[in-house]
């Protein structure tokens, strides 16, 4: 494997149903079939953001309880949520025969990794050299409680998400071949949500704790695989 990468371990049985899915994608799929595809679609991109942002805010109000990290907590769950609605939605314009493709670029990005002293199944996505050298620099000054690269971390974690989105959303979309009018929809959807995490996460550097960036920098370690 080629670092670096960021990893997004993945629930056992949504490997299990994405391998079975992508054995039966040879053949024309059923309706439950794209439906499914759909579901883990869904459950990819919340468990990126669970990986990224949610678990981190969640650990953060433990120890320093916020209202506005808590907000931000809520609105990470409400892109969430209005991401599974969307993708929903979407699948009913979707012919069976444009899914198997997604199905396929799906199977090939899952990579059984030992990254935590045991094997699981992650999502993996390729970082430039440059973003993981700079990750490791704010991440190492943050680590010694550096009070002038907070903002910068949090560039770096939506930096993350927008890398992500590239596979995880944009490419399943050309794949599937929407006409124009569906495509500028999703576009403006993916828009709408992006801009509102963006705003939210760029608005916590100052309620977030000195004694708590420690945490964020090991945090980021969690995902970011630079060896």
């Known amino acids: 494997m080629n670092t670096p990468y960021i990893a997004v371990q993945i629930k056992e049985d949504v490997y299990t149903q994405m391998k079975a899915l992508h054995q039966r994608a040879s053949k024309p799929i059923s309706d439950e079939d794209?439906?499914?595809?759909?579901?883990?679609?869904?459950q990819t991109y919340v468990q990126l953001l669970d990986t990224c942002?949610?678990?981190l805010l969640d650990e953060l109000n433990k120890t320093q309880p916020d209202k506005m990290l808590q907000d931000a907590s809520k609105v990470?769950?409400?892109?969430?949520?209005e991401a599974q609605h969307y993708i929903g939605w979407l699948i009913k314009f979707i012919a069976n025969k444009r899914v198997p493709p997604v199905i396929h670029h799906f199977h090939d990005m899952v990579h059984i990794l030992n990254l935590t002293g045991q094997e699981h199944p992650y999502i993996v996505i390729p970082v430039t050299t440059t973003y993981a050298e700079k990750a490791s620099d704010v991440m190492n000054a943050l680590a010694q409680r550096d009070d002038t690269r907070i903002e910068e971390g949090v560039e770096l974690l939506i930096e993350a998400i927008e890398t992500a989105l590239v596979p995880l959303v944009y490419t399943p979309k050309d794949l599937m071949g929407f006409n124009f009018v569906i495509s500028k929809t999703i576009n403006g959807v993916i828009n709408v949500l992006h801009t509102l995490f963006k705003h939210t996460l760029r608005k916590l550097p100052p309620h977030i704790n000195i004694e708590s960036y420690p945490a964020i920098a090991a945090h980021f370690e969690t995902f970011l695989i630079r060896k």
């Open 53 to 55: 942002f949610t678990h």
């Open 76 to 81: 990470i769950h409400k892109v969430q949520s």
């Open 34 to 42: 794209k439906a499914l595809g759909a579901d883990l679609l869904a």
